[in-house]
């Protein structure tokens, strides 16, 4: 039974993911949010919610204690501070010695999208990755396509440095993914992966 941090737990792709948890795992969840009260319908004996900021240091490191996975999930309208909320990350993971990072970012902060450019727009995300990536966690980042609401876990990943595949991805596939990757915490370890629908 593993312990999950899920930082951004009101997210659209993070409420997937905690269905996915509870229903198909024996995983404990703590669910890390700024308004507790924006979660409804997430009662189980398995969540402990904690109401904080990612950016409240303290208050980040008192969640890590004693978890295995961390998986942060905080793009969206958090994007222009998701720079510091990645050296946030960084520094309580070391200092309460939790090794395993899921963190979600965006396809495009490797110019790997053919005939796209998306410039400066997407620069918080690079940065966070940047930080991410030259810390000593074992960390995996997902670079997922548009979101879609479909019903459907289809999908498939890329590598950092390979052209990235299709456009769009249902927020169920990418859930489907950081749960697997919460539960086989060896798999695509220090890698970031693109995650699309086929096309």
Not at 119 to 145: C, F, H, M, V, W
Not at 172 to 177: E, G, I, N, P, T
Not at 178 to 184: D, G, H, M, N, S
Request: a negative charge.
């Amino acid at each position: 039974m593993s312990n999950v941090l899920i930082l951004g737990a009101n997210g659209q792709v993070a409420r997937y993911a905690i269905d996915k948890f509870l229903n198909e795992t024996d995983a404990q969840l703590t669910l890390y949010l700024r308004n507790k009260n924006n979660l409804r319908n997430m009662e189980s004996s398995r969540n402990r919610v904690v109401e904080g900021d990612v950016l409240d240091i303290e208050k980040l490191k008192e969640a890590m204690k004693d978890q295995d996975v961390v998986y942060a999930n905080l793009a969206g309208d958090l994007a222009d501070d998701l720079e510091k909320m990645a050296r946030n990350i960084v520094r309580a993971m070391d200092s309460t010695g939790v090794k395993r990072l899921i963190f979600i970012s965006t396809m495009g902060i490797y110019d790997e999208v053919p005939g796209e450019k998306y410039g400066s727009i997407l620069n918080p995300y690079r940065k966070s990755a940047q930080i991410i990536e030259a810390s000593d966690l074992d960390y995996t980042i997902l670079r997922p396509g548009w979101f879609t609401n479909r019903d459907e876990v289809d999908y498939e990943t890329t590598q950092k440095g390979e052209p990235f595949k299709g456009s769009v991805v249902s927020r169920k596939s990418v859930a489907d993914l950081i749960v697997k990757l919460a539960e086989l915490p060896e798999l695509e370890v220090r890698r970031s992966l693109g995650v699309n629908k086929p096309e």
